[in-house]
């Protein structure tokens, strides 16, 4: 008997050290999206939380799509369906953009009051951004979910989201360093919304939707 729990706890192991890479390959990139989101709102109570839930909430969505496909429900989510999530952040990207450009209008007092406390935070824009991004990781996720079996789809996720709280972290690591933390905030509004308009495109091109 000592054996066969010997033999399960190497196997949880190993699958355990292979989702930490695999999270850390197909994540990277969000270090920077998430520093933007810390920028976007400096100053401003709760931002933390809203940007580790919507993290979670965006990221759990991705893990979902992943599981049912790889348990063989593929109509959920069909193939030729991933590269249109670019719209999300297009349009996103696209209203910050819109918002940036109005903001421009306003007198010197009202931006400098606005730039101090930083702009709101939403979790469901960090969660639809976080999903949208996720295209390549289910992509990645649901043939090695389809061949780890139950255990190791159970492992990969406790994994996966054990170290969301760390890449939110990192994140915030990133955007609150002095150098960084001024080049963001003095160029935040610039580079929030075309970091996710590039992205948007992005997924769009890579994926050929439209025909692109």
């Known amino acids: 008997m000592p054996a066969p729990r010997r033999g399960t706890a190497v196997v949880v192991a190993a699958f355990v050290l292979q989702a930490v890479g695999l999270f850390i390959v197909t ?18 109570s709760g931002t933390t939380a809203k940007i580790t839930l919507g993290q979670y909430l965006g990221f759990g969505g991705i893990l979902a799509a992943a599981v049912v496909v790889a348990l063989g429900a593929r109509s959920f989510l069909p193939e030729t369906a991933v590269p249109y999530f670019g719209l999300i952040p297009l349009a996103l990207g ?11 209008d306003d007198d010197d007092d009202d931006d400098d009051d606005e730039r101090a406390a930083g702009k ?11 999903f949208a991004n996720g295209g390549d990781n289910i992509g990645v996720y649901v043939p090695v979910f389809a061949t780890v079996g139950t255990v190791g ?19 915030k690591f990133v955007a609150t360093r002095r150098p960084i933390a001024h080049r963001l905030e003095r ?26």
């Open 27 to 44: 994540n990277i990139d969000d270090i920077i999206v998430l520093s933007l989101f810390f920028a976007r709102g400096a100053g401003r």
């Open 94 to 104: 696209l209203r910050a953009a819109w918002q940036a450009w109005r903001g421009a």
């Open 120 to 130: 709101p935070i939403s979790v469901l824009t960090v969660a639809a951004v976080t």
């Open 153 to 171: 789809i159970v492992a990969y996720c406790v994994v996966f989201l054990t170290l969301i709280a760390g890449l939110v972290m990192a994140a």
């Open 187 to 212: 160029w935040e509004h610039v580079l929030f919304p075309l970091v996710l308009i590039g992205l948007g495109l992005v997924i769009l091109v890579e994926g050929g939707a439209f025909g692109l």
